[in-house]
């Protein structure tokens, strides 16, 4: 079993940043691939960003978020974090942080374990 505990989200007018984090805790060899979703009222959950550590550090993102997300983690502290810069009103969304896919990979049902969400709002 894996617990997914996210923090970091808030407010913040366009233009500014937020950093989400994401403690995992329980089985460390089922979080060694995690990965950021977020859903917006009425829509999918859409994959925003995913790593593995033991995949080449491999990593991957949404076009939507490519070049002002990175996703990195602390595999001392067994959190995963989301540096988010430039940020839109269509960023808007609960944030979640997942872990125990095979792969990094940004589909949804891939993911085996999921956290509460942190809630992150942009303002024009």
């Known amino acids: 079993q894996v617990e997914l505990v996210e923090s970091g989200g808030g407010s913040v007018q366009a233009g500014g940043s937020l950093r989400l984090s994401c403690a995992a805790s329980?089985?460390?060899?089922?979080?060694?691939?995690m990965a950021w979703f977020r859903q917006a009222p009425g829509k999918e959950r859409e994959g925003v960003a995913a790593?593995?550590?033991?995949?080449?550090?491999?990593?991957n993102y949404a076009p939507s978020v490519q070049g002002r997300f990175t996703v990195s983690k602390d595999n001392a502290r067994n959190t995963l974090y989301l540096q988010m810069n430039s940020l839109k009103p269509e960023d808007t969304a609960m944030y979640y942080c997942?872990?125990?896919?095979?792969?990094?990979?940004?589909?949804?049902?891939?993911?085996?374990?999921w956290g509460q969400g942190t809630q992150v709002t942009v303002s024009s």
């Open positions: 997942a872990a125990g896919a095979v792969s990094a990979t940004l589909v949804r049902r891939a993911w085996n374990y």
């Open positions: 329980g089985d460390t060899q089922k979080s060694k691939t």
């Open positions: 790593l593995d550590v033991e995949s080449h550090g491999v990593k």
